[in-house]
């Protein structure tokens, strides 16, 4: 079991900007790892909007292409997520993921409300 750890949630005006964090464990599960940001609103289902390979390729989901960056920082185990521009209908519970061949790892979730 690898322990990955969320943070920087919190509630933020539509427009406006948050950068998530999540912290890795080990180092070498980390390295290997294609890591991924999904997130689930109230009511539906999980889905992942980004993701990045341990060759930093990456990919986003459309509703958040242009507005959301990932990247990866092997050095300090651990992955971000730039959100900008957010919407209200980015709020949702964030969770980082961490996936191999063989196994699939979860964090605990971040909330992201965003609200005027």
């Known amino acids: 079991q690898v322990q990955l750890v969320e943070s920087g949630g919190g509630l933020v005006q539509p427009g406006g900007s948050l950068r998530l964090s999540c912290a890795a464990a080990?180092?070498?599960?980390?390295?290997?790892?294609?890591m991924g940001w999904y997130r689930q609103a109230p009511g539906k289902q999980r889905e992942v909007i980004a993701a990045?390979?341990?060759?930093?390729?990456?990919n986003y989901a459309d509703s958040v292409k242009g507005r959301f960056t990932i990247s990866r920082d092997n050095a300090k185990n651990t992955v971000y997520l730039q959100m900008d521009m957010l919407k209200p209908e980015d709020t949702a519970v964030y969770y980082c993921?961490?996936?191999?061949?063989?196994?699939?790892?979860w964090g605990q979730g971040t909330q992201v409300t965003v609200s005027s």
């Open positions: 993921n961490a996936r191999g061949p063989q196994y699939t790892y």
């Open positions: 990045i390979t341990s060759a930093y390729s990456t």
């Open positions: 080990s180092g070498i599960i980390f390295r290997i790892s294609t």
